[in-house]
């Protein structure tokens, strides 16, 4: 952890620093007289800023939300040294504070910016030139949900002052910046992130409708929107996405959630707009009235900076279909953090974390590495006492027992993570704060845990989960993993507490829940439980036979879910038996219309939903029979045969791409 001095930087705005989804342009010329080879800036803000050195963009949306750490913040490193001129340089920023809170981002309580640039003897004070921009304007009603932060864009080309990045621009009427000290923004710690990677800007062919025009895009994307259009004046364009309004989970789909829109006005002739703020969606809409005339419609993808290095293809068409989703649907939900899904909350679930681990290894670069290794200290830095909380950062964190005891497993965030990396902080990191999680926990008169409500008590959507088997077990094996854990730190302080319940449970487990051919608490039977049983080792391997057979012919999970079954059927070595239930289950998300794989198989949600995309996991692991013991520093692969002619793969392993043409 490096935490940034600004000495003797300071932290600036404008005078009317009380207001939400304000817009702030900041401008600074200065000389240089020899050009260093490097000239590294510390920048941080509270909320988002993009910055121009002589008219060339050089940050796209910079500004990794808070927290860090609680209270604190990020600062992000950006070497200006390929931008600078001899003589006069024109610096220009624009800084978007939110002024609230979502699922992904807290909200500090006041805007603020500072820049620090020792090569170039530039820091942030009252020599920075400020004003807010007068063209980005409060929008009419809809309004986004509360899990989003910031608010919609609008802008009024009516009241635009011009290319306020460019050199020549008249910043006569800009006022000193004012400063501000810093009583809320904390520590400002550097971002091990890459800067957001932009692709190439790209012409949308667009279809006129009666109220507009509609585009498709090539796939599922973050993007920004830009137009050219001729108006009277005064018109009014929005701007959405087809994932703008989009229903709640299973359970809460008649409720919708708002996402961002752009409300435009015209000016009088020609206008030319590019939104720096991005929208998520597979289709672009534009409503407009008859007095406008749309001319351009283009679009820039915008993600994480990570190179997809890894892909899965076979002789089956829909099969190779669906790891092309699972991939997309990974991608699109990564950026300042990972996120379960990028069109409804944009947050850090950590059971969608869980999922998406194992996938990151097999398919990306180092770079998608280090965001994982964010949510792990995001998940362990920032719970709320002894309470490892299932959603942060985030204004809205809440604990769901159910998935922080997944991600403290071998088949969790944390275990998932520590396989593939060997990352030697992580069990020291982790120890402490799982086991004293695990103590929150009582037992009842049967020796059983008393259920932890949290703030959700949930473990899946739909119907016939058994929480009690799901609760025990997961338990047992979060248990499990922190020996492994004490093991490898040489840290036995808890051995004797981690047995104690290992053992109480574990016979108790086989007393209450067993019931001859099955686990169940109840009346019904639960895939899920039966997979857990499993994977936590509570299920002894005689008894394969008969859980297979659950896992066969139950079928409740969503596709949260379906990943840890479909895990355990391979864990028994039913792996064949695997394949097909997952393309049964997978056909619907398979043959549909979308680019990236649906929240639910029945109910969809959203389109798009990250902890959908275990089959990824499954193949490599699985079908390849991909393994690893020192963090794939070396590897072997197993295939399994009688499922695919032919496995052509590729994936990263010791600093290079490895690819396996299979051929039965």
């Known amino acids: 952890m490096n935490i940034i001095d600004f000495t003797p930087s300071k932290w600036i705005w404008t005078k009317d620093n009380l207001t939400k989804d304000q817009k702030v342009v900041f401008r600074k010329k200065f000389s240089v007289s020899l050009q260093p080879e490097k000239a590294e800036a510390y920048i941080a803000c509270d909320t988002k800023f993009w910055l121009w050195l002589n008219g060339k963009m050089v940050v796209f949306e910079g500004g990794v939300f808070r927290e860090s750490r609680p209270g604190c913040g990020y600062a992000e490193k950006v070497d200006l040294a390929p931008y600078l001129q001899e003589g006069e340089n024109t610096l220009a920023v624009l800084v978007w504070f939110y002024g609230n809170g979502g699922r992904n981002n807290t909200n500090s309580g006041q805007a603020g910016f500072i820049f620090k640039c020792d090569a170039l003897s530039l820091y942030s004070d009252e020599g920075f030139l400020a004003v807010n921009h007068p063209a980005y304007v409060p929008t009419d009603a809809p309004h986004p949900a509360h899990l989003f932060g910031g608010e919609n864009i609008g802008f009024d080309a009516n009241l635009d002052f011009g290319d306020f990045t460019a050199s020549e621009f008249d910043d006569s ?3 000193p910046a004012s400063v501000f000290p810093d009583q809320v923004w904390g ?3 550097e971002s091990e992130l ?6 190439p800007k790209t012409e949308l062919a667009f279809r006129l409708t009666e109220n507009g025009a509609t585009a498709k895009l090539p796939h599922a994307m973050a993007l920004t929107v830009s137009f050219e259009l001729e108006a009277q004046g005064g018109e009014k364009i929005d701007v959405r996405t087809d994932r703008y309004a989009v229903p709640g989970g299973p359970g809460d789909e008649a409720y ?3 996402c961002h829109r752009i409300e435009y006005t015209c000016k009088p002739g020609e206008n030319i707009f590019a939104c720096l703020m991005y929208l998520y969606g597979e289709e672009v809409l534009v409503t407009f009235p008859e007095t406008v005339k749309l001319q351009k419609l283009s679009f820039t993808e915008s993600g994480y900076n990570t190179k997809q290095v890894g892909s899965f293809v076979t002789e089956d068409p829909l099969f190779n279909r669906l790891m092309e989703k699972s991939i997309r649907t990974l991608y699109v939900c990564m950026r300042n953090n990972f996120m379960d899904c990028p069109d409804r909350e944009r947050g850090q679930w950590i059971g969608d974390v869980s999922v998406q681990v194992p996938q990151v290894f097999f398919v990306f670069d180092d770079e998608a590495k280090k965001l994982l290794k964010k949510a792990v200290s995001d ?9 490892l909380v299932g959603n942060v950062p985030g204004q809205h964190a809440s604990e769901l027992p159910g998935q922080s005891l997944v991600a403290i497993s071998e088949y969790g965030l944390i275990g998932e993570y520590y396989h593939y990396s060997k990352d030697p902080e992580i069990p020291e990191l982790v120890l402490e704060p799982s086991v004293n999680y695990l103590k ?6 049967e020796g059983l845990l008393i259920p932890r409500k949290g703030n ?7 119907w016939n989960v058994d929480a009690p088997v799901l609760e025990n077990c997961m338990y047992v094996g979060a248990a499990k993993y922190a020996l492994q854990m004490a093991e490898i730190c040489g840290d036995h302080r808890f051995d004797d507490f981690l047995n104690e319940r290992i053992t109480i449970l574990s016979e108790n ?3 209450k829940f067993w019931k001859g051919k099955y686990y169940a608490s109840g009346s019904f039977v639960d895939d899920r439980a039966n997979a857990i049983a499993v994977l936590s080792g509570v299920c002894p391997k005689e008894r394969y036979g008969l859980v297979m057979k659950v896992l066969m012919t139950a079928f409740n999970s969503t596709p949260y879910f379906e990943r840890f079954v479909l895990t355990a059927l391979c864990e028994m070595g039913y792996i064949k038996d695997a394949y097909r239930r997952m393309m049964a289950r997978y056909y619907p998300l398979i043959t549909n219309e979308n680019s990236t794989l649906w929240e639910d198989f029945y109910l969809l949600g959203t389109r798009n939903h990250a902890w959908s995309g275990g089959p990824l996991e499954i193949a490599y692991k699985y079908f390849l029979g991909l393994r690893t013991e020192d963090g794939f520093k070396s590897y072997t692969v197993s295939p399994v045969s009688g499922i695919f002619k032919e496995m052509h793969v590729t994936f990263p392993a010791g600093g290079e791409m490895i690819e396996k043409h299979i051929v039965e």
């Open 173 to 175: 009427a800009f006022d």
């Open 187 to 189: 520590d400002s710690i």
């Open 194 to 199: 890459p800067l957001l990677k932009v692709f």
């Open 256 to 258: 919708f959630f708002n």
């Open 379 to 387: 998940f362990i830095h920032l719970r709320k006492g002894d309470v």
């Open 440 to 445: 929150l926990w009582e037992l009842d008169e």
């Open 456 to 462: 959700w008590y949930w473990f899946d959507h739909r």
């Open 509 to 511: 487990i086989e007393k």
